[in-house]
């Protein structure tokens, strides 16, 4: 890493994950700076929330060396709010000062998500988005060193999403945590990342040869990012071809690639999507 540039705030070396005795990751090494945002990329089945899991430290059985900032927050696609707990006590679960100071920090991170409003709706009253988004706004007011994002906008559909996106970009420049954006969508990994990682796909039934780290590609598309971007379209078959897919390629959603361009391509390109605050 060059002088000037910010340290690794995580630091994986050589992070090995067997389950019974069929490997899943196979020696995989990362760092992530401050402010950075990286996107795992890899076909479903490979390993990457296993590898998510390592750095949540919810993994006590993997090997090598691992060091992660103590104050991290993870988000799942699922939102896993307590239905019986109101909107602003499922985001100040957990937070360490009084019930006061809670609801404060609590009312103040669901105005970040846009969702003020609602901190004292049952979560069962809110859509999937905004779910999704207390969801989010229960990670931030943690204010974490680490942002761990494991396919968060997977359940969400295609407009929702794109609204999402926007929203994350963001809260992320204002936050600037390090961030493990797991994806299987190669656009949003182009829209929201500064790095993406592809993780290879293990051979089905090999007791050796898990996942390894097969391309690191600097995401280098101007702001705010356009699908339209040559560029972006550029990446986006290069981070296909290392997910053994073709840009145009039907079998993609049957495989689990999902490329965002093709479902949404009906729907106008979010114009300055990262540029837009509304969620
Ligand atoms: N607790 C577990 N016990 C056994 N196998 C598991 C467990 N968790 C994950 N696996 C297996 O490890 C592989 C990687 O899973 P996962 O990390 O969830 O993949 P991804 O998130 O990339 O879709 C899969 O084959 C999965 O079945
Ligand atoms: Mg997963």
Redesign the pocket.
Known sequence: MALGENKAVVSVRNVRRK?AERA?LDGIDLDIAQGEIVALL?R???????FLRVLASLDPLSTGEVRVPAKKSVVFQEPRLLPWKRVWRNVALGLDCNAEEGKRRAITALEEVGLAARAEAWPGTLSGGEAQRVALARALVREPALLLLDEPFGALDALTRIKMHALMAELLKRHRPAVLL?THDVDEAILLADRAVVLSMPEPGLTTGGSQIVAEIKIDVALPRRRRDPAFAALRRELLGYLGVDDDDEDARASGIRNSSARTSSIPAPTGALASATP
């Open positions: 389950f899943v890899g479903s089945g490979c390993g990457k929330s296993t797991v």
